[in-house]
């Protein structure tokens, strides 16, 4: 039975910002007028010929007549356009390319556009050239556009209608488009149902005609049961993006199909509370507070994204019990901390703070005295992680001679030296630079006895975190003389606001650099946190992988094959793997490949399993007692 309905689905489909995110003709401009003097006065009168053809003031004909006479375009101008065509195609179409290759006998694409730029596009999809109806070009011998054909019903004005007469379909006819024509099919009862795609344009004359409103082809797909690359379609799933995070992170989750909202600022507690109902997917800077009440109201909350390094904003132990994964971006600022702190040290080494300051003052101090090069000297790096790794590379390449310290084994880059023990290396530094993490462990880590061991006249910076310092006694090390020169970029207590004032006891010292937190602040680490954090979050959503995620146990998936994948989180208790592979064994299901991972709260179970399976697992497997969350991937 379902396979005599599938022979009888017919599916029209529209090219022009539907199949492709553009109009065919604005491109086919862009590439005819490139080196034309006035390319931006024809674009402007061809924008004009458009609209009136679509306000109905000019029939498609003479719209189609008078933008070719501006453009005379020639054979050589389709290559190019085909080509930018090829990579303009839909996202949703690109990511379900298997519903046009197994239904490719019923699909027909429809177009008043031209066959020479649709075809090679389309054929790529496994549509067939005899289902693609479009308008066709005449040409000279010289290959110049010089006319159409004016035979083809998509010349003319409701041609898409006389078109579908012609083809007389045998069964129920599906148009999925942009335009007023394409609704015009069902309007002329000649389809079904008139499905508006919104993906890339949305027009108002159209949407309210249309019986449905599909944001993307996988909404399509996903309301007639078709196949999908898919499980879910992701215009349903909402994101929401707080507090400013880089547009480039917009981007990549509208791209990937997702329904994202975003705001400049962040929400509060009740705020948040309300918005979080229908929330599957947050991502947020340093400032949103994710409290364990919050993550009470998240029920289909099922990835937090922190755009930022750290994750003390959210409440881990309440996500991680609700099976929420959360990611953060941990390298993403590296190099600009490590970039700050070598200019820094050559600035604190030659004294420039405060003759600067001099100058300001108007008053000349030229002497080298004090003065001198980074190269050579022994810079003591304490923290040998992401940051302190990289600064030792760099530093080396400078000329800088490295010691390093770490509480766990960490390999030595390059030609540097690891120190047994913090004393070991204070005592030799020229510079010390921390780089450890802010564990509270870390408090007073560098205190009176440390500064004593360090050797006189040393140049002292702090861009890992304030409680790690303490500031009374690098204050009296710098008045003493036993500090020569010091940058801190991180306290104890910083300021919440810019409006509030910083208090410290470092303020009006000689030759110190204070910074506001700023060790990471580039366009660079924004970008890189834009990218970063977005991919990690789609490829939890895609694939079930959790690698460097900070509270899920991490597991890196291969690509999901021919196979569904069940992600099954449940809390760590013994027994239930063995449980979920009972279910499997009980509804005779094949199993393809199976991961788990465990942390001190939760169990993470891949399970892949073959194509065919009977729908009651699913059911069998959500009643396993301690889920958390269970979902299925396509
Ligand atoms: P990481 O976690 O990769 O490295 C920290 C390293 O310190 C680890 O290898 C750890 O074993 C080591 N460590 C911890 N406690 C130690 C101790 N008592 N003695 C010796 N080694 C110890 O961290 P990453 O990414 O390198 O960041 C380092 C620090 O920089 C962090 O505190 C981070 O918060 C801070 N940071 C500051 C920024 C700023 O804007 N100023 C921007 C980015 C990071």
């Avoid at 937090?304 to 971006?329: E, H, P, S």
């Avoid at 600064?391 to 960490?410: F, H, P, Q, T, W």
């Avoid at 900070?550 to 208790?573: G, K, Q, S």
Wanted: hydrophobic share 40%; aromatic share 8%.
């Amino acid at each position: 039975m379902v396979k005599d309905a599938k022979i009888n689905k017919y599916f029209v489909i529209d090219f022009d910002s539907t199949f492709t995110k553009v109009e065919a003709f604005d491109v086919l401009a862009d590439i005819v007028l490139r080196e034309h003097p006035d390319s931006e006065g024809l674009k402007k009168r061809i924008a004009k010929i458009t609209n009136l053809g679509m306000e109905g003031k000019l029939s498609l004909r003479e719209s189609i007549d008078k933008r070719l006479e501006i453009l005379q375009p020639e054979k050589r101008h389709l290559t190019p356009l085909v080509k930018k065509l090829k990579d303009l195609v839909s996202d949703s179409f690109k990511r379900n390319k298997e519903f046009f290759e197994t239904h490719a006998a019923n699909i027909y694409i429809i177009s008043n556009g031209f066959r020479e730029f649709i075809e090679p596009v389309v054929t790529e999809y496994g549509i067939r050239s005899e289902n693609i109806l479009a308008n066709e070009f005449i040409f000279d011998e010289r290959e110049k556009v010089i006319g159409f054909d004016l035979d083809n019903p998509l010349s003319a004005n409701n041609g898409k209608v006389e078109q579908l007469k012609k083809l007389s379909l045998p069964g129920d006819v599906y148009v999925i488009g942009d335009g007023y024509t394409d609704y015009e099919i069902k309007h002329a009862g000649l389809a079904n149902k008139f499905y508006a795609f919104t993906e890339n344009v949305e027009r108002a004359s159209v949407l309210n005609k249309a019986d449905h409103v599909a944001p993307s082809l996988d909404e399509f797909l996903y309301l007639n049961k078709l196949n999908t690359a898919i499980s879910y379609p992701k215009n349903r799933i909402n994101v929401l993006l707080l507090e400013n995070v880089h547009p480039v992170a917009i981007e990549l989750m509208k791209s990937e199909g997702f329904n994202v909202e975003s705001y400049p600022a962040g929400l509060d507690e009740d705020e948040l509370c309300e918005k979080i109902k229908n929330v599957s997917v947050l991502g947020i800077r340093s400032k949103t507070q994710v409290t364990a009440k919050v993550i009470e109201h998240a029920n289909r909350l099922m990835v937090i994204g922190a755009f930022c390094i750290g994750t003390n904003q959210i409440d881990l132990k309440a996500a991680t019990k609700k099976g929420i994964a959360v990611f953060n971006a941990p390298f993403s600022n590296t190099r600009s901390v490590v970039e700050l702190a070598i200019a820094e040290m050559i600035m604190l080494m030659r004294n420039i703070i405060d003759k600067s300051a001099k100058m300001h003052e108007g008053k000349w101090d030229k002497s080298a005295k004090g003065s001198f090069e980074i190269r050579g000297k022994k810079l003591g790096i304490v923290g040998y992680g992401n940051i302190g790794s990289q600064l030792s590379v760099l530093a080396e390449n400078l000329g800088m001679k490295i010691l390093y310290y770490d509480r766990e084994e960490k390999l030595a880059l390059g030609n540097a030296t690891k120190c047994k023990s913090l004393k070991e290396l204070l005592t030799q530094a020229d510079v010390v630079t921390l780089h450890v993490d802010g564990r509270e462990a870390n408090t007073n880590l560098i205190g009176e006895a440390e500064f004593s061991w360090m050797k006189k006249g040393v140049i002292f910076l702090n861009l890992s975190r304030g409680h790690v310092v303490d500031v009374k006694a690098l204050r009296a090390s710098i008045l003493n003389g036993k500090v020569a020169g010091c940058s801190v970029d991180v306290f104890p207590y910083e300021p919440i606001s810019n409006d509030e004032e910083f208090v410290s006891e470092l303020r009006g010292l000689p030759n110190t650099i204070l910074s506001p937190h700023i060790g990471g602040s580039t366009s660079e680490a924004q970008e890189n946190i834009g990218n970063f954090v977005p991919g990690k979050m789609m490829d939890y959503i895609n694939t079930g992988s959790t690698s460097n995620s900070v509270n899920f146990p991490n597991l890196t998936l291969p690509t999901l094959e021919n196979a569904h994948r069940l992600i099954h989180i449940h809390n760590n208790v013994p027994g239930i793997l063995a449980q979920i592979n009972k279910v499997l064994a009980d509804n005779g299901i094949n199993i393809v490949g199976q991961y788990l991972k465990t942390n001190e709260h939760i169990g993470y179970v891949i399970t892949d399993i073959n194509k065919e399976y009977n729908k009651d697992v699913i059911k069998d497997l959500r009643a396993i007692e301690h889920t958390i969350k269970f979902r299925v991937l396509y």
